[in-house]
């Protein structure tokens, strides 16, 4: 969904150095906070419809790299994803990025297309094994669950002391999921188990569908070598919990099968998830001004029902 454009500064300069002339342009629908990304739909004067992206101010250039391999590689083997459609540009301290736009609206929430989100799920693990092996982790991030995110701590902590100056008793309930959450994985076996190069945020909304088939998928801003635990946890499983079927059934055809300590640990796992949504929370609260304390309750709703939801 687009909505006319705010303009930003870098973004006339940025198509200027990219050489693209537009005739239309509109920001990108965002809920990602003020410590996300911002995107652009812009339509050149040749009919081109393509994506620029504005990545946060915590994204190295590695970071970004390593994401437009990642699409190259998927591009080349035809997925409908983001290709890269020019090298990355830097303007005042932040990077852009343009890349192709994939049709299709959001996949929907039915019991079928969960089913159909998670076999395309295990098709994108499969088809990224090689790249894998090849590109290895992403710069600065780590294979498991990282509730210690150095680039969120400072503000992190800051969201956690104006919270507990306005709602004492919200910030205990935020500490005691906290350590409940870090001590559940600290008794799991993760190093144990396989890692893939994950999507990072396989959602309804990022996977396109058309013709009432995921047909793309979009947003490989924290795409990196992990777990599936945490893979199937962020893609919403308690949502739909035929992607997990889905899954299941598509990595055994495709030899990729889920291990039974892999199904084990995916409820610790989700809560984890959902603490850290709580820690991103409190860091975009530190950078607005104000913590938003209705979307920890919730978070912290899910973190007491887990996967049963």
Not at 109 to 114: K, M, P, Q, R, V
Not at 189 to 198: D, G, I, Q, W
Request: with cysteine.
């Amino acid at each position: 969904m687009a909505r006319p454009s705010v303009q930003d500064p870098g973004l006339s300069r940025v198509l200027d150095a990219w050489g693209i002339s537009v005739r239309r342009q509109a920001r990108a629908a965002s809920s990602s906070g003020e410590m996300g990304n911002v995107a652009w739909h812009v339509w050149t004067r040749d009919d081109h419809h393509l994506v620029v992206r504005r990545y946060a101010a915590l994204r190295s250039a590695a970071e970004v790299a390593y994401e437009l391999v990642v699409l190259r590689h998927l591009d080349h083997l035809g997925w409908s994803v983001p290709a890269p459609a020019a090298d990355v540009a830097e303007v005042d301290g932040r990077l852009y990025s343009l890349c192709a736009y994939v049709p299709g609206g959001p996949c929907d929430a039915g019991a079928e297309s969960g089913r159909r989100r998670g076999a395309l799920l295990a098709r994108l693990h499969t088809a990224l094994l090689p790249l894998r092996d090849r590109l290895g982790q992403r710069p600065s991030w780590r294979a498991q669950p990282d509730l210690d995110d150095p680039r969120l701590g400072p503000d992190r902590q800051v969201g956690l002391d104006q919270l507990r100056s306005v709602d004492h008793a919200l910030v205990e309930e935020i500490e005691e999921s906290d350590t409940a959450a870090r001590a559940e994985l600290r008794g799991l076996p993760l190093e144990a188990l396989p890692t893939f190069l994950l999507h990072g945020d396989f959602t309804t909304w990022n996977v396109r569908q058309r013709r009432g088939r995921p047909r793309g998928v979009i947003d490989f801003d924290v795409c990196h070598v992990g777990y599936r635990p945490w893979e199937l946890a962020i893609a919403r499983l308690q949502r739909a919990p035929t992607l997990l079927e889905g899954y299941r059934g598509e990595a055994v055809r495709l030899g990729i099968p889920l291990s039974a300590m892999e199904e084990r640990v995916l409820p610790a796992v989700y809560r984890a998830f959902r603490v850290g949504m709580i820690g991103w929370a409190l860091a975009d609260g530190a950078r607005l001004g104000s913590v938003d304390r209705e979307f920890i309750r919730v978070q912290l709703q899910k973190f007491r029902v887990g996967l049963e939801s």
